[in-house]
């Protein structure tokens, strides 16, 4: 019986095994590899990024260039106005005074005509019957042709008060017309100013417009771009401990025992170059050879000293490559890769620095003046762009 029961509890223990799934523990080259996974995918959307903050920044610039060029043109256009808007003043003076002068002017005129008008009525109405007293009122004769001279003065001064009368209409017209020309004028003028103000002013506020939306699209993309590299040093924290996890284990695994039972390790030298594309292992290879030597500020020079860009960028020119000068323009050069996809000779670009990718994880480097180059981890800092020159 209790044989029977044995038997039957083995049988049920067994399908158990058979039946249940057996979960395995995800290995940490597994973690890691999700994570390099991970890790390349925000480094894809940072350059994305990274390129449409330039081209919203080239734009800004352009319209920014625009402004500057509109400022400048404002500025002669809103001096002309000043300008004009004192000649107007000034002329609206000159109208006033010579709407002054034209009534002064048609005054004398009117009481130059009356006063004509009058006198020449009675002597050209009286007609003869005036002479006819003239000669009988006068005592003698000399007193008379003085009377009869003295008429006829009066008649040539009626003549030149006609003719005087007919030059002072005439001028006051052409002083009338004169000011109705000005008057119209200074109205056309004044429109004038006023729409190339409104012009201005739309223009104005047309860039403004412009300018505060590439501010906000801007204030947004580097937003987006402070939370991705955040969580890129998240990752590279996360990756750098899984690759010394990674490393530890590898190191337990290959553990040598001497005769007398002691643990030894293997030495860890010089990294190796890995495979890549002939071109890039051997700038890689090429590189290695001035670990040691100095770094030195603005330095270009692989033996006496140089910096991190001028560090790459002789290399490359070693080969015949040209690449830009400075760390920042590198980060443009040639063409982005993921980090799974490096290969040796790529170029590693950190936040104002670069490096030369050998292949597994390892990188050689123009540090500081204190270390020179030398050889390093390509995830020690937060990688921003890996560049495929060759």
Wanted: proline share 2%.
């Amino acid at each position: 019986m209790y044989k029977k029961i044995g038997c039957l509890l083995m049988s049920l223990v067994l399908c158990i095994g058979l039946v249940c799934p057996v979960y395995a523990v995800p290995s940490t080259s597994s973690t890691l590899k999700n994570k390099k996974s991970e890790k390349e995918k925000t480094e894809s959307n940072l350059n994305k990024l990274n390129n449409e903050i330039s081209n919203i920044q080239g734009k800004k610039q352009e319209v920014s260039a625009q402004v500057n060029a509109l400022t400048e043109e404002l500025t002669e256009l809103l001096a002309s106005i000043s300008i004009c808007k004192e000649e107007i003043n000034q002329k609206e003076e000159q109208v006033k005074q010579a709407k002054a002068e034209y009534e002064a002017a048609q005054s004398a005129a009117d009481e130059q005509y009356e006063a004509m008008k009058t006198r020449m009525k009675f002597m050209y109405e009286q007609g003869g019957e005036a002479y006819m007293q003239v000669c009988l009122q006068s005592k003698s004769f000399a007193e008379m042709v003085n009377k009869a001279d003295y008429v006829e003065k009066i008649y040539d001064y009626d003549r030149k008060l006609l003719d005087k009368y007919e030059a002072s209409k005439d001028a006051v017209e052409l002083l009338k017309k004169n000011l109705e020309d000005e008057e119209a004028e200074l109205l056309a003028c004044q429109y004038e100013l006023e729409e190339e103000q409104d012009r201005t002013e739309e223009i104005i506020a047309e860039k403004k417009r412009t300018i505060a939306d590439f501010d906000s699209q801007l204030a947004s993309a580097q937003s987006q771009v402070a939370n991705y590299k955040k969580k890129l040093q998240e990752q590279n924290a996360e990756i750098k401990r899984l690759e010394a996890q990674q490393k530890s284990e590898e190191s337990n695994k290959n553990k040598i025992t001497t005769q007398n039972g002691e643990p030894v390790r293997t030495s860890v030298g010089a990294p190796a170059v890995g495979n890549g594309s002939g071109s890039g292992a051997a700038i890689a290879s090429y590189a290695c050879q001035f670990v040691g030597n100095p770094y030195v500020y603005g330095g270009t020079s692989l033996t006496s000293g140089t910096d991190c860009s001028g560090f790459t960028q002789s290399v490359y020119a070693h080969f015949g490559i040209r690449i830009p000068r400075d760390s920042t323009s590198q980060r443009s050069a040639g063409r982005a890769v993921s980090y799974a996809e490096a290969q040796p000779g790529d170029i590693v670009c950190y936040a104002g620095h670069v490096a030369i990718y050998l292949g597994n994880g390892n990188i050689v480097h123009a540090s500081t003046p204190a270390t020179g180059i030398k050889y390093g981890k390509a995830t020690y800092r937060t990688i921003l762009s890996i560049r495929r020159i060759v």
